[in-house]
């Protein structure tokens, strides 16, 4: 199996890094020079990774085709390249749906939607593919797991949930902040926020992911989980949250429903 990554930025890199670490059986792995500093990096770590400064040398020597573009970029780089038909296309492109990239890759019939997320450099990423294809999917399951879209709206339901890794990572910077301007040493800081993250997971697959029973047990009655609780909930964080949510969902829809 011969890969090739149009655009060797953050996602890309994150996803080869994972494959390289996996069983995965591949023989080649064709990458864009740019960004530069990601492509030396990755030509570092294995012979298998080809170095190209032409996308359509990229594509002429790979079956499988990943599109790691900003999606302006990649109209205007698509519809200059050249596809063959038994190609298999995978963009990770939120914002330009199938028949856009049907027209773009032409003639190449097997497209697919897939949103790994940094986290597949740890063989950690939570993949949604959309449609279905077996090899693909296989090929994600080696660097986390996958989840499959039934349709488009499903798609797009299941690309809100990726824009919350930032959130996420503010909200944790939040406590760590208050941590640090209250004189803890960084390491403790880190230390606690590390194994509290990581409890968490394993505290809501005890009760298989049911969250709210996850919920009512986090609380003691009186205590100040059910105070800072009832704290936001009073400010409506949630309720905001849960707005911002739709919002980001009406944009993936509309750029998707082009
Ligand atoms: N990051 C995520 O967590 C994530 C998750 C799922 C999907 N996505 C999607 O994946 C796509 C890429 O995201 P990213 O975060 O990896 O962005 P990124 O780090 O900005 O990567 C884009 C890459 O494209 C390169 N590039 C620009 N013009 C090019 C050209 N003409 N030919 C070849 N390469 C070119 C850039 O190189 P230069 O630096 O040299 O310009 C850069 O390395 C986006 O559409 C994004 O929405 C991202």
């Given at each position: 199996?011969?890969?090739?990554?149009?655009?060797?930025?953050?996602?890309t890199?994150?996803?080869?890094?994972?494959?390289?670490?996996?069983?995965?059986?591949?023989?080649?792995?064709?990458?864009?020079?740019?960004?530069?500093?990601?492509?030396?990096?990755?030509?570092?770590?294995?012979?298998?990774?080809?170095?190209?400064?032409?996308?359509?040398?990229?594509?002429?020597?790979?079956?499988?085709?990943?599109?790691?573009?900003?999606?302006?970029?990649a109209?205007?780089?698509?519809?200059?390249?050249?596809?063959?038909?038994?190609?298999?296309?995978?963009?990770?492109?939120?914002?330009?749906?199938?028949?856009?990239?049907?027209?773009?890759?032409?003639?190449?019939?097997?497209?697919?939607k897939?949103?790994?997320?940094?986290?597949a450099?740890d063989?950690?990423?939570?993949?949604?593919?959309?449609?279905?294809?077996?090899?693909?999917k296989?090929?994600?399951?080696?660097?986390?797991?996958?989840?499959?879209?039934?349709?488009?709206?499903?798609?797009?339901?299941?690309?809100?949930?990726?824009?919350?890794?930032?959130?996420?990572?503010?909200?944790?910077n939040?406590?760590?902040?208050?941590?640090?301007?209250?004189?803890?040493?960084?390491?403790?800081?880190?230390?606690?926020?590390?194994?509290?993250?990581?409890?968490?997971?394993?505290?809501?697959n005890?009760?298989?992911?049911?969250?709210?029973?996850?919920?009512?047990?986090?609380?003691?009655?009186?205590?100040?989980?059910?105070?800072?609780?009832?704290?936001?909930?009073?400010?409506?964080?949630?309720?905001?949250?849960?707005?911002?949510?739709?919002?980001?969902?009406?944009?993936?829809?509309?750029?998707?429903?082009?």
């Amino acid at each position: 199996m011969k890969l090739g990554f149009i655009g060797t930025g953050t996602i890309t890199t994150s996803v080869i890094e994972g494959l390289l670490k996996s069983k995965a059986k591949i023989e080649q792995i064709n990458i864009s020079k740019r960004s530069k500093k990601n492509s030396l990096k990755l030509k570092k770590k294995s012979k298998k990774i080809k170095v190209y400064s032409e996308n359509q040398d990229i594509i002429d020597k790979s079956s499988i085709i990943f599109v790691g573009l900003l999606p302006k970029v990649a109209t205007k780089e698509l519809k200059i390249c050249k596809f063959k038909k038994g190609q298999i296309i995978v963009s990770f492109i939120s914002t330009l749906n199938i028949k856009n990239l049907k027209t773009l890759c032409n003639p190449a019939k097997v497209i697919i939607k897939a949103a790994p997320l940094p986290m597949a450099s740890d063989s950690l990423s939570p993949t949604i593919i959309f449609p279905n294809n077996k090899l693909i999917k296989s090929l994600f399951e080696l660097i986390g797991s996958v989840v499959v879209a039934k349709n488009e709206k499903q798609n797009n339901h299941l690309w809100v949930m990726s824009s919350f890794m930032a959130t996420y990572a503010s909200i944790i910077n939040l406590l760590k902040k208050y941590l640090l301007k209250n004189k803890i040493k960084n390491e403790d800081a880190n230390k606690y926020l590390n194994i509290f993250l990581t409890g968490m997971l394993f505290e809501f697959n005890h009760h298989n992911f049911n969250l709210n029973k996850s919920i009512k047990s986090l609380q003691t009655r009186g205590g100040i989980n059910e105070e800072l609780l009832k704290r936001l909930q009073k400010d409506k964080f949630f309720k905001k949250m849960e707005l911002n949510l739709n919002k980001i969902f009406l944009r993936l829809k509309k750029a998707n429903d082009k």
